[in-house]
């Protein structure tokens, strides 16, 4: 059973805004976890969720018609499951295996929808049929002929992709410049439809790859096999070591990013390490060597001028025998 857009023209009218919307998402400059974002992509998935009770209330879509028959109007909300798994995938909050599990039922619905109206031949069996090969791929040889086969059809998923794009540009400007003909909006939303189906099938392989990781890690996790957290060590900062504070001024202010130390702040940071003693011990220890020093050198000098006088006077002895000098008067 088919439906016209007079029955429903605020859901459609929604459906248009939630598109602007996602497209916004999609094409933001901004980090997916910022709290600005996150609170758009939560109010665009509740939206796009009551949406789509809506639609299946009013009976849009039977398995029991071609796509032929589906009104142009009504064309645009088969993309409701894609739009609802893409955004899904950029949630950050909450188990990410989880998250990855919900879009992948979003992205499956899409291609199974797709499918019965014969607008893709890819469809939950060719999925499976992926998972399948993926097992015990460890133990088995790469298969070369399959792997050449991905990377052909990923190469013409893209050009396709590019192909869509531009597509898509020219019959939005159509759309923008001219009354909203029947067929051009029916070729707009078929466009787009196929977009994304290539985007499904992308999304899909990654999650697959995703899932593997997180569920390794989430094993790893529970066997105890990742080591318990460490403090991480503080990054190695070259220092730079400069005599007084006021060099520690001018050279820090010409390198900001390097920790510069004084002398003297590099003493105390060495005495805490106990590479030296304290200043006020250091400072008695060496007042007492310096006078101990001193006493010593005197005493040493005394010696000198005592050795010196009583060696010289020994001299003279030896040059001036008894009586040598009162010998002027005798024959």
Known sequence: MSSSED????LSKTFDDQLNIFSEIDNSHLPTNSEELQKKIHSSIKTLEDLTVKISYLGVFST???????????????????LLGSLTLKRV???????????????????KRCDHYQLTSYTDADISEEENKSVDTKSKKPDLQRMNKQREEKIARYKQKKSLNEKLSELK???ENLSHDEDIVREYFLT?????IIIS?????????????VQGMKLMKKENVLPE??????????????KDAVQK???GAGYPSLPVMSVDELYEKRVKEGWYQPRNEEKNVTLANVEENKATAFEDEEEDEETKRLRERDEWRDDHKTGWGNRYNRS
């Open 7 to 10: 029955d429903y023209p605020t």
């Open 64 to 82: 029991n018609e071609s796509f032929e028959e589906i009104s142009s109007t009504s064309l645009k909300f088969l993309m409701l499951p894609v």
């Open 93 to 111: 909050n909450g188990e990410r295996e989880e998250i990855l599990r919900v879009a992948v039922i979003y992205f499956k619905d899409y291609l």
């Open 173 to 175: 400007k159509n759309i």
């Open 192 to 196: 787009m439809i196929k977009h994304f």
């Open 201 to 213: 099938q992308e999304e899909l392989e990654a999650i697959k790859m995703e899932l593997e990781i």
């Open 229 to 242: 957290e460490e403090e991480p060590p503080k990054p190695l900062k070259p220092i730079l070591i400069t």
């Open 249 to 251: 001024k001018v050279f």
